[in-house]
């Protein structure tokens, strides 16, 4: 079982004799006997409310213990738990819960009164819930919260410094040594310690030892680059469609369908209808490159809004909305040229300057209906 974060922290004590009166009381029987289930070998766990938790074994000295609720009783090398008369308990065990009002009676006599039987592995947890209430769970498995505060030796944090000379170290607070108290989450199973779990160290009084050492101060960081600016915007190209006379100059909102459709609203008032949505990237290309032509893959002369596509992925003829990263908007096109391969474009810039500025980035390519 893995260490679990560490929660609060609230301050807490270990208790070596004596439970509050507000304990909450966990008796752990590992032996019934047929003649009462509760013999010398009987092992408790009394935990508070606060987490607090002491093991009785049976040769431990156990000191008075004694609340308005519950009570140890001791006969012999027998221990039992004492309910006083008129608490309501509430007894779980396995999917049966039930209540009683207690009578000034021993748990064992409880149970017994109540007709039920335990198998030799079950234990049993008390807890007083409030000043009224007692809770009685039987379970082959409980688990515990148990607070214990131990010495705990000071640590050394060592930390470079640029203002003594390399090789050198000082010591520039001393470390003391203290305590901690830490929170275990405890498992019993068949009357057997199962696991004990750090789940947090609540407090630690220790004073850690800090230790400089020398090191070369670290050289002055070089200028960050000025940023890359944006291309200059390409020429707004309008398409009239259905007799529309807008343009589509700047998009101001994607509205999308549930089949992966939608449109396009441009600050004109235009709307344009979409059929699909791709995730492209995008490189720009300019007719001054050398091998690039003038004549696209369709017959047609490179102009702003030529797209060169992997007719596998994109046909010929398609028109698209594009809008790259960074918010730009090369806009309408058509894909009308070819000469790549896979989920890229090629977009064609009038200018070279636009070209460089632009260079690659990823895309949103609207497939117009």
């Known amino acids: 079982m893995n260490s679990r974060k560490q929660r609060g922290r609230r301050p807490w004590s270990w208790l070596h004799h004596v439970v509050t009166l507000s304990a909450a009381l966990v008796v752990l029987f590992s032996a019934l006997s047929a003649a009462g289930w509760v013999n010398a070998d009987a092992l408790y766990i009394l935990t508070g409310v606060e987490d607090k938790a002491i093991v009785l074994k049976e040769d431990a000295y156990v000191s008075a213990l004694a609340s308005k609720q519950v009570y140890l009783t001791e006969t012999g090398s027998s221990r039992d738990v004492i309910l006083t008369e008129g608490q309501d308990v509430t007894i779980r065990h396995g999917d049966e819960v039930m209540t009683v009002v207690s009578q000034q009676e021993r748990v064992s006599a409880l149970l017994d009164r109540m007709h039920v039987e335990m198998s030799p592995l079950e234990m049993i947890s008390i807890q007083v819930k409030d000043e009224n209430n007692v809770e009685v769970v039987i379970s082959e498995e409980l688990t515990y ?28 607070q001393e470390g ?3 305590e901690r108290t830490c929170v275990y989450e405890v ?17 630690n009084n220790t004073v850690d030892q800090i230790v400089e050492y020398g090191v070369e101060p670290e050289p002055e960081p070089e200028p960050e680059p000025a940023p890359i600016p ?9 398409v009239p469609e259905n007799n529309s006379s807008l343009p589509m100059d700047k998009l101001v909102e994607v509205k999308k369908n549930s089949n992966g459709g939608g449109t396009l ?5 235009r709307v344009v209808k979409f059929k699909a949505i791709r995730n492209m990237t995008a490189t720009a290309y300019n007719k001054n490159e050398p091998k690039v032509g003038t004549i696209t893959a369709s017959g047609t002369k490179v102009h702003k809004g030529v797209v060169a596509v992997d007719r596998r992925v994109i046909k010929l003829g398609t028109k698209m909305y594009i809008v790259a990263s960074g918010g730009y908007e090369y806009g309408y096109s058509v894909a009308e040229d070819t000469g790549v391969s896979g989920n890229v474009i090629d977009l064609y810039f009038e200018s070279y300057s636009g070209m460089q500025k632009f260079g690659r980035r990823s895309c949103t390519v609207y497939i117009l209906e």
């Not at 019993?188 to 407090?203: C, F, N």
């Not at 944006?230 to 309008?238: G, K, R, S």
């Open 176 to 178: 003391k040594d203290g």
């Open 187 to 203: 498992t019993w199973s068949g009357g057997e310690m199962l696991s004990r779990q750090l789940v947090e160290e609540a407090t």
């Open 265 to 269: 609203v441009f600050q004109s008032g």
């Open 145 to 172: 919260y148990d607070r214990e505060t131990e010495p705990a030796p000071h640590g050394t944090v060592r930390v470079p410094s640029d203002k003594i000379p390399v090789g050198t170290e000082q010591v520039v």
């Open 230 to 238: 944006e291309p200059d915007p390409e020429p707004v190209v309008t």
